[in-house]
């Protein structure tokens, strides 16, 4: 699976999490980046690194240290 991939399977979450769609100039906003970064990235035409290692290094935890690990960076965020 390549990171376009994980990155649009991820918006079509939220999505369905929130039962609306959720536009990429939003979704852009929500995750901090440019409109057109972001669809970039959907495209698969630019990968973000630190994206592309931090995806490998929580591959080397277990589900409930991934939980904590996101449920720390939610809380340093507000």
Same mark, same amino acid.
């Given at each position: 699976? *390549? ?5 649009? =399977?991820? /918006? /079509?979450?939220? *999505? ?6 959720? @536009? !990429? $100039?939003? #979704?852009? !906003?929500?995750? =901090? $980046?440019? /409109?057109? @970064? ?5 495209? =698969? @035409? +630019?990968?973000?690194?630190? #994206? ?6 929580? +591959?080397?935890?277990?589900? =409930?240290?991934? &939980?904590? $690990? &996101?449920?720390?960076?939610?809380? $340093?965020?507000?």
């Amino acid at each position: 699976m *390549e990171l376009k991939d994980l990155i649009s =399977g991820a /918006h /079509h979450l939220v *999505e369905a999490k929130e039962k609306r769609r959720i @536009t !990429q $100039v939003e #979704m852009a !906003q929500r995750v =901090g $980046v440019g /409109h057109r @970064t972001y669809l970039e990235y959907q495209r =698969g @035409t +630019n990968a973000p690194l630190a #994206m592309k290692a931090l995806l490998n290094l929580l +591959n080397q935890l277990d589900d =409930g240290e991934i &939980v904590k $690990v &996101v449920r720390e960076w939610q809380e $340093v965020k507000e």
